[in-house]
């Protein structure tokens, strides 16, 4: 059943930071795809699936011997990989895309141009959540006279060997659908404790801060970053 309704209303869920006993990861769940739960086909495990300063998130063209790069929290973002409106960033140390821990997907959605699309759009990205992973928190903001509504959706994602968290932000932008979602993986056999600690250490600003997110690049810019073959 859908649970983002096309409707201009509003639904308030439980704030990750405090991660409530029913929402702890057990480390033991098991899940392998080869799509990406955010719409995108993946090359691989997960591969493709922070309030202190919402002013801090940026893009930007660096010179031709750099990467493009995002700000986002005060920390920059290298662009790795870009195919089919799916775009990747990770942090500078993080070169590596099978051993990544932290990571941004910016996936664009051209043909999603008014909120129920886009709320028909936040469903498909949580019903895939549903099937290949723990759903954490869903909400919604309402529609303003200025800004469409957007949607959330927290969940983590398991592989035998890793979990990871993803907060998905589902809004238009310069006219598209956009899912930005902020990863965080954990890995090896103490995957469930490390992510527990991280969630809540790192959740509720994770998810305050892509909230609040209001520079992101358009789908013109990120269209424009190389492509891979």
Not at 63 to 80: K, N, Q
């Amino acid at each position: 059943m859908p649970i983002f309704s096309r409707q201009p209303t509003f639904a308030q869920g439980t704030h990750v930071g405090h991660v409530p006993s029913t929402m702890r990861v057990p480390g033991s769940d098991i899940f392998e795809s080869a799509m990406s739960p955010h719409g995108k086909r993946r090359r691989g495990l997960l591969a493709k699936a922070l309030a202190l300063a919402a002013g801090t998130a940026g893009f930007a063209h660096a010179g031709e011997a750099d990467a493009v790069r995002l700000s986002f929290r005060g920390t920059r973002f290298v662009h790795r990989w870009s195919k089919d409106d799916q775009n990747e960033f990770t942090i500078a140390p993080d070169t590596d895309l099978k051993s990544w821990r932290d990571m941004i997907t910016l996936n664009v959605h051209a043909k999603v141009r008014q909120g129920e699309q886009l709320a028909d759009l936040a469903n498909q990205v949580l019903g895939n959540y549903q099937r290949q992973g723990k759903v954490l928190q869903t909400r919604s903001t309402p529609r303003t006279a200025s800004r469409p509504a957007e949607h959330l959706i927290v969940a983590v994602l398991s592989t035998p060997h890793l979990l990871e968290a993803t907060f998905a932000r589902c809004l238009l932008n310069d006219g598209a659908g956009l899912v930005a979602v902020v990863s965080h993986r954990a890995y090896g056999p103490a995957a469930g404790p490390e992510m527990n600690r991280w969630l809540a250490d790192q959740g509720q600003a994770t998810e305050q801060a892509l909230m609040a997110w209001a520079s992101m690049p358009s789908p013109a810019q990120l269209k424009s970053l190389p492509q891979a073959a």
